[in-house]
């Protein structure tokens, strides 16, 4: 069960997995996550399912190994089975012809965007690709997006790789060029889908954003997951993930996100004197986009 | 038969002392000694009509169990019972007794009844403990298939039955582990995961098959089941949390009890780091709520090593839905109950923690439609409770994934599937029971749900009685 067919390093500490899941592959849709567990005394986590290949019976995770779990991922070869997987969970994207939409990623959540991406690719409409990261060896999946965007506009934070800022500064300038936007989806650190949120709000743009709170059951069971979106409380796990950016809340959202930050168990300390990279804290507090495994 | 002594008075249940459990997990009941079990089992009238019979929802076979113990026969007691409930060191455990079989015990009008749940534990534990467990007779095959929907008590007890039938029966689990609520709800300090992993034990050895990390509704559907087997049991329970709806409900600090309990029972939050799940509790723990599981929370807190642990319930002690026994075991555990308040608002610090509750005082009014009188808040009776950790244990909610995905399965205004007498819902094929048909219950009751449905599966499948009549 649960096999691991290939597995591959797109960037630093970033890898994609092929899975053999053929019941989770069957039904996935765009916009649906996994809950994983990688040992026996593990916790659960969810992973966006990239994509999924029916007839191969595979499923596709790509994920940043910073925590605990995701680096017991990491270290699995193919060959070797995934201890605990289940889904699809979560509400599917709601797909429709919007007519031209911004798709825009941020470090590692351009993951969880390319399914997205490509399903309103599918729907017929017009995609521009925002594709931000810290610095050129983080940027990933460029080829993926170009393939279903008209154009694809890459940025780093340092300038290393396309134009020098943040992915807002890319969309601030498409929405000052009257460029015409229908539809936006918007997938990174917290404070990167808050930017956009706040950009587009004036011309009251629509927006959605992918949601990654903490999580346990993923089926609605605990309600660990709850986030405000338009002053009432829903769960991400099964009234999301996705959510109308603007009716957001991002302040709590960030704050239920560092709810358990400084805590380390045994396994999270095994991996801390060799591998943890000096710009990677993953359980220092910060909301960088290391914190979460997919980059949401 | 030999004479009874009738004036012998109830066998008390050694327990451990409050001082010494509330440190561990382990279980607080010791369970009765061979002698003690004989002597209870002795007090038993052996009655030719058995009224206790009539107040079990699976219709033990009491009377006769009791009688076993009485001659020192232990595991054929245990034997005994298993003809009607698969399970019986759990329900031994955490049936309320006290409204059921012993509730209708003739020998309760004038003193205590018998203590039929005790009893019960202590023939299964013996059974267990003296490795005379008997792998259960394999009928010869029927050729059917049924699905079950949900590893908690009523889907389990629809499984055994099923299985013991003849029947080919796969159960389809959610979570990494079976059990539902017995594993992610009820704490080890009331059934021991050795107890539970026991009876799944006995299930496999009747040929039922488990099915873990499938999501009936996501990982696939009803009508997709329905493709596989020839009938399908939805019993999905109420596992969705119910908040109070007040202000600052999302505050760090502040759980549901479903997921308070789920890290610690099914992720062992209490032997983090030693595992990756955390959990939070602080040494002041409000616990709103005053059922079963209220009290569970409470004290799991106590044994996570909270000093001040208060349950705050908006009625009176005797509206207060838990076992006496729970509620006994929290208070000598020093889990404090504050009735008639209701929290109106969790109040933060500058990072989000909750901190402190403001409660109003509620007075009781006129009967409501559950026939206790309804709390009517005290107007400017508000005051300040301080918190680290709050806890919400107000109920659940109907899981809603299979009616979501079910087009034609009707179900009523709140989300609870409907059924008929039979157990059998709008849709063809398929028969629903437990919490996901009543909301709310006990594992008992869904287990007697379980084994109704059991029933008329088989019947509907095979045009016949099942072969052990209906264990009366």
Redesign the interface.
């Known amino acids: 069960m649960n096999e691991i067919v290939s597995k591959e390093q797109i960037a630093p500490d970033t890898w994609r997995l092929v899975v053999r899941a053929p019941?989770?592959a069957r039904?996935r849709k765009a916009g649906q996550f996994v809950v994983l567990?990688v040992h026996e005394?593990?916790?659960?986590f969810p992973l966006t399912l990239v994509s999924s290949d029916p007839d191969a019976g595979t499923i596709e995770l790509i994920f940043q190994a910073v925590g605990?779990?995701t680096k017991l991922l990491a270290a699995l070869q193919p060959g070797e089975d995934i201890?605990?997987?289940?889904?699809?969970?979560g509400r599917p994207t709601h797909i429709e012809h919007f007519g031209r939409c911004v798709v825009i990623g941020g470090g590692y959540g351009m993951a969880p965007v390319i399914p997205i991406a490509q399903a309103l690719h599918d729907a017929g409409n017009e995609l521009v690709g925002i594709n931000g990261a810290r610095s050129a060896d983080h940027v990933i999946l460029v080829d993926r997006m170009g393939a279903i965007c008209q154009r694809v506009e890459v940025c780093t934070d340092d300038g290393s790789l396309g134009r020098q800022g943040f992915v807002t500064a890319v969309l601030q300038e498409m929405i000052e060029a009257d460029e015409r936007i229908d539809f936006v989806l918007a997938i990174g650190p917290t404070p990167m889908m808050r930017g956009v949120a706040e950009l587009t709000r004036p011309n009251g743009i629509n927006t959605v954003v992918s949601l990654n709170p903490i999580m346990?059951?993923g089926?609605?069971?605990?309600?660990?997951c709850?986030?405000?979106v338009a002053g009432e409380?829903k769960f991400a796990c099964?009234d999301g993930p996705e959510f109308d950016a603007h009716e957001v809340d991002f302040d709590?959202l960030m704050?239920?996100q560092r709810?358990?930050d400084g805590?380390?168990?045994?396994?999270?300390?095994m991996f801390k004197p060799h591998s943890t990279p000096l710009d990677a804290p993953a359980h220092e507090g910060c909301c960088c986009e290391e914190d979460r495994p997919d980059g949401k | 038969m030999g004479s009874r002594v009738m004036t012998q008075q109830r066998q008390p249940m050694p327990e451990r002392p409050a001082d010494e459990r509330v440190r561990d997990f382990d279980e607080v009941p010791i369970g009765y000694t061979a002698e003690m079990a004989v002597a209870e089992a002795q007090r038993c009238l052996q009655c030719k009509r058995p009224m206790c019979v009539e107040g079990c929802p699976v219709k033990v076979k009491i009377p006769q169990f009791v009688e076993l113990i009485a001659q020192g026969r232990f595991s054929e007691a245990a034997r005994k019972i298993k003809q009607t409930n698969a399970f019986p060191a759990i329900c031994g455990r955490v049936c309320p007794q006290e409204g059921q079989c012993e509730l209708t015990c003739v020998l309760g009008r004038r003193g205590e009844p018998v203590a039929i749940g005790r009893l019960e534990r202590f023939a299964a534990d013996w059974e267990r403990a003296h490795d005379e467990v008997e792998a259960p007779a394999h009928p010869a095959p029927t050729g059917h298939s049924i699905g079950v929907v949900g590893s908690g008590p009523g889907g389990l007890a629809c499984a055994a039955d099923l299985a013991m039938w003849g029947h080919d029966v796969t159960v389809y689990e959610l979570f990494h582990a079976p059990g539902g609520v017995l594993r992610y709800g009820i704490p080890r300090f009331r059934l021991p995961r050795a107890v539970l992993n026991a009876e799944l034990d006995y299930l496999s050895k009747l040929g039922v098959t488990i099915r873990t990390n499938f999501v009936v509704g996501r990982t696939a559907t009803i009508d997709e089941l329905l493709q596989e087997h020839d009938a399908i049991f939805v019993a999905t329970g109420a596992g969705l949390p119910r908040f109070l709806g007040i202000p600052g409900e999302n505050l760090l600090g502040v759980y549901s009890a479903n997921e308070f309990l789920t890290r610690v029972n099914l992720m062992r939050a209490d032997r983090f780091p030693e595992y990756d799940t955390p959990v939070h509790c602080g040494d002041n723990v409000i616990v709103v709520g005053a059922g079963n599981v209220a009290m569970d929370a409470a004290r799991t807190a106590r044994r996570l090593g909270a000093e001040n642990v208060t349950v705050v319930y908006r009625r009176t002690r005797g509206e207060m839905p838990a076992r006496v026994e729970e509620i006994e075991h929290a208070e000598q555990e020093d889990v404090r109950m504050h009735f008639l308040l209701s929290p109106i608002e969790l109040r933060g610090d500058d990072d989000g923690w909750a901190r402190v509750a403001v409660c109003r005082r509620m007075e009781l009014g006129e009967p409501d439609e559950t026939g206790r009188r309804r709390p009517v808040p005290v107007e400017g009776s508000e005051f300040e409770l301080p918190c680290d950790t709050v806890i919400v244990a107000v109920g659940s909610r109907a899981h809603p994934l299979v009616p979501d995905t079910t087009p034609d399965l009707d179900v009523s205004r709140r989300g609870y599937v409907a059924i008929d007498d039979s157990g059998a819902t709008s849709k063809p094929g398929v028969f629903a029971g437990g919490d996901i048909v009543t909301g709310s219950a006990t594992v008992i009751e869904a287990m007697g749900a379980g084994r109704r449905a059991a029933e008329s599966i088989h019947r509907s499948l095979t045009g016949q009685e099942p072969p052990n009549g209906n264990g009366g």
């Open positions: 019941e989770i039904r567990r005394k593990g916790e659960r605990t779990s201890l605990d997987l289940v889904g699809p969970l346990v059951d089926t609605g069971m605990c309600g660990g709850r986030v405000e409380t099964v709590m704050r239920r709810m358990y805590l380390e168990s045994d396994a999270t300390r």
